[in-house]
């Protein structure tokens, strides 16, 4: 079983950074694709970006391609959600989740394709 704990959710102003950070623990990563969804009151979850454990590769969403980056660190089995540039429509729970692979293909932008995932965790941003 793949746990998952996000944290580094808060209350930030527009145009400002957040940081979250994704640890799982379980299973090794070797063959998994790690993503975030973040869903806003009232509104379906969506995607946010994911990133291949193995190879480093990543995909964003439209919406915050250029302001958000993926990256991970091996040692500590953590992916991280660097967030800049933060606007009102960002604001949402933010949840990370884990996929396991075993054909060669693309990241995955469905939630429904992903397996595992964490409690979310709530980001909020002021006008």
């Known amino acids: 079983q793949v746990q998952l704990v996000e944290s580094g959710g808060g209350l930030v102003q527009a145009g400002g950074s957040l940081r979250l950070s994704c640890a799982v623990s379980?299973?090794?990563?070797?063959?998994?694709?790690l993503g975030w969804f973040r869903q806003a009151p009232g509104k379906e979850r969506e995607f946010v970006g994911a990133i291949s454990w193995s190879s480093g590769s990543t995909d964003y969403a439209d919406s915050v391609k250029g302001r958000f980056t993926i990256s991970r660190d091996n040692a500590k089995n953590t992916m991280y959600l660097q967030m800049n540039s933060l606007q009102p429509q960002d604001a949402a729970v933010y949840f990370c989740?884990?996929?396991?692979?075993?054909?060669?293909?693309?990241?995955?932008?469905?939630?429904?394709?992903?397996?595992?995932w964490g409690q979310g965790t709530q980001v909020t941003v002021s006008s």
């Open positions: 989740t884990c996929r396991y692979r075993f054909i060669v293909g693309s990241l995955r932008r469905k939630a429904q394709e992903y397996t595992y």
């Open positions: 379980g299973r090794t990563l070797n063959n998994a694709d």
